[in-house]
């Protein structure tokens, strides 16, 4: 089995676990190596993900990924939060992102920062400070979450 086929095989085994905890599947990254592979899996919630959230799904993920025997050889599972910069590569991600803040590269240098409206297979809105702004994808470099994060005020 190809790794892209492996790895949407996985998908469809975990989704009803993910599922029945809550959670929505952001990524998977199977990377088969030997002597072990290692899975991750990035899950997300309303409200955010906790340390007792992931160790709950791990056990159970691991649980159906061994009775389903999907995976032949060794591995290690882990299963996390996609944390606060998350650089998003997929499709999924980006769809996943939407209402979230973005800070986007553009090929050229050119850095663009604003809340995401919309993802097509052409382009990327954002709200930046209250004025709709399309990327074209073909022109975008890099795209990582803006955490919204309130940081202390210095006296």
Do not use: N
């Not at 882990?78 to 992102?97: I, M």
């Amino acid at each position: 089995m190809q790794d892209e086929e492996q790895a949407a095989r996985i998908e469809e085994i975990i989704q009803p676990v993910l599922r029945d905890h809550g959670l929505e599947l952001v990524d998977l990254d199977w990377r088969p190596r030997r002597p072990r592979g290692i899975l991750r899996v990035f899950v997300d919630k309303p409200g955010g993900v906790a340390v007792g959230d992931c160790e709950r799904v791990s056990r159970e993920v691991g649980d159906v990924l061994d009775v389903a025997a999907v995976i032949a050889e060794a591995y290690d599972l882990e299963v996390s939060s996609p944390g606060l910069d998350r650089q998003l590569r997929k499709e999924r991600e980006l769809r996943w992102a939407v209402g979230k803040r973005l800070r986007c590269w553009l090929l050229g240098g050119q850095e663009v920062r604003g809340r995401l409206l919309e993802v097509t297979g052409e382009r990327l809105a954002l709200d930046v400070d209250g004025e709709r702004v399309e990327i074209e994808r073909a022109r975008l470099g890099k795209a990582r979450l803006d955490a919204d994060v309130p940081w202390p005020r210095r006296a």
